[in-house]
């Protein structure tokens, strides 16, 4: 468990702009004094009088007018795997060599001296008939974009492995190992000089005297890939996030691996106690690990850092009714043993998250939750909901049922599902406008996972405010969504509210976090223009210039 961390020294923020009500059309101007990791004080004005008993010591940051609003909270991660991500090199979507060695290159930039850079990505390797054997870059252009870190990559047939000068070295290949004494049926390449190429065709691809010679992944690296992922979550104003996390289980194995991805809570400990974790983590178990969930949300009340906001269950892939498609997932127990356990995390005081992405997924969590017959004060939640039917929107409210929604997706997965469902069927998809009319809560989460985008459009909290007001991506042509679903776009407060405030509520933090009030924990995301002012354009040009948790800075522009 994470220690108790010193309080920062007191911060002022002059010429800061912010609001205390996120509804109200003008923004106040003044003063933020940050003293024990809250929010001290809200000066209005130029107020001498106010800030003489300030102590002339205290570090003085000059904002400029820029904005300050409460840190977003990413109501949905997965670290451990958006760390792996980072540390590898995702070839599946690439189909020419100069974008595969742009990959490569922003991988070899990201990752720690002494670890190896191989394949990320679901598949785990590329399509040989999108990246032809003729396209893959040469010896020499791994070499450069690499440098020291060893690098090896295998071709998704497991057919063709490529590889740097220094893993060739390690390897300890020499190019007689070309006539199979490496590997029986397998083939090390070498040029028309008799030079390794660093190509390794059939069983030399993954014999043991290379792909067996790759370390696995131990916990110095999944700590150091978790750490390169909270950074990047500072880099985009996040102060908070809901991560699909677990305990150790002491055992008996499961039947089915339900755990497959999420993320080891104990390296937000090991974090912590470097002083290297700058963000507040909330941590979800598999909703079948209820008493161990119950049992670690005691031990850590008192943690500042790393809490327990619930388990989680998956309940679908994605099951639509129009047309009739998907299903239940594996990791699904079925309605009766989920219904149990769903009972059993309520009584034992655990908000339950469920993953449900089609109508009929959602549906069926729905009906989980209404039978579950929760108690007073759970916030259940709802996980994805890409399209809810139109008689179960008001459903949310009616059960406390707070729908966790990844609003970046409606300009990447909308524009595929218009192809795919009528266009009738669409009207509530990601009904972010009706579930708010219909007084549900909605919150604002990412999903960042393993195959992360590049420019982390996923990630980025101004993206998604952007497409929930919008239902547009950023690159789309103003008008490009259909008019029949304008009626779910969102303002920008309301979106704003949804990835900060209500966050916060859904983590039962609403008393300490997710507003800009004396006594207040100061996380806040200070960004450079006031996007509740002017159309939703405005978010595009926004930058995150600071971003504070507790008090401290761990982004700075």
Partial sequence: MSNVPSFPPPLLLRNARWRDDPTHPRARQGTILLA????????????????????????????????????????????????????????????????????????????????????????????RARLSDAELPTLAELDAATGPTPFFHTSADGGLAVCNSRALALFRLVPEDQRGALAPGGNVEVDADGRLTGRLFGAAAHAR???????????ARRRAELLAAVQVLARFGITEAHDIATVPDPGPTPLVFRERSFTDATLFDDLAARDELTVRIGIRPHLDRWEDAAREARRRAADPLVSVTGVKLLLDRAWYSEPLEGGYTYRYPGFAQALEWVRAADRAGLDVTIH?????????????????????????????????????????????VVAEVQPWEIGSELPGMRQHHPAAFLETAYPLGDLLRSGARVI???????????????????????????????????????????????????????????????????????????????????????????????????????????GRTVFCA
């Fill in 444 to 550: 604002s989460g990412s999903d960042w996972r393993l195959d992360q985008r590049a420019d982390f459009a996923d990630l980025d909290p101004l993206g998604a405010l952007y497409a929930a007001a919008t239902r547009e991506a950023p690159n789309a042509r103003p008008g490009d969504s259909p008019a029949r679903e304008r009626r779910q776009r969102l303002t920008l407060a309301e979106a704003l509210h949804a990835a900060t405030g209500a966050g916060a509520w859904a983590a039962h933090a609403e008393a300490r976090r997710g507003r800009i009030a004396p006594g207040f924990q100061a996380d806040l995301a200070i960004l450079s223009r006031d996007i509740l002012e002017g159309p939703p354009a405005v978010v595009l040009d926004t930058r995150v210039l600071r971003t504070i948790v507790g």
């Fill in 209 to 219: 005297a290379t792909l067996g010679a790759i370390p696995p992944a131990d916990r």
């Fill in 36 to 127: 024990e990791g809250r929010i001290a004080a809200l000066i209005d004005g130029p107020d001498t009088d106010a800030e003489r008993d300030i102590p002339s010591a205290v570090e003085s940051v000059d904002l400029a007018g820029a904005i300050v609003t409460p840190g977003f909270v990413d109501t949905h991660t997965h670290l451990g795997w958006a760390g792996e991500g980072l540390w590898r090199v995702d070839w599946s979507a690439v189909s020419t060599r100069a974008e595969a060695l742009d990959r490569l290159r922003t991988a070899a930039a990201r990752i720690l001296p002494g670890h190896w850079l191989h394949a990320g990505g679901w598949s785990g390797g590329w399509s």
């Fill in 356 to 400: 449900a992405v089609g109508d009929l997924g959602v549906r069926e969590a729905l009906d989980l939750c209404q039978q579950a017959s929760p108690t007073g004060g759970r916030r259940h939640r709802v996980s994805h909901a890409r399209r809810v039917a139109p008689a179960d929107i008001p459903r949310f409210a009616a059960l406390g």
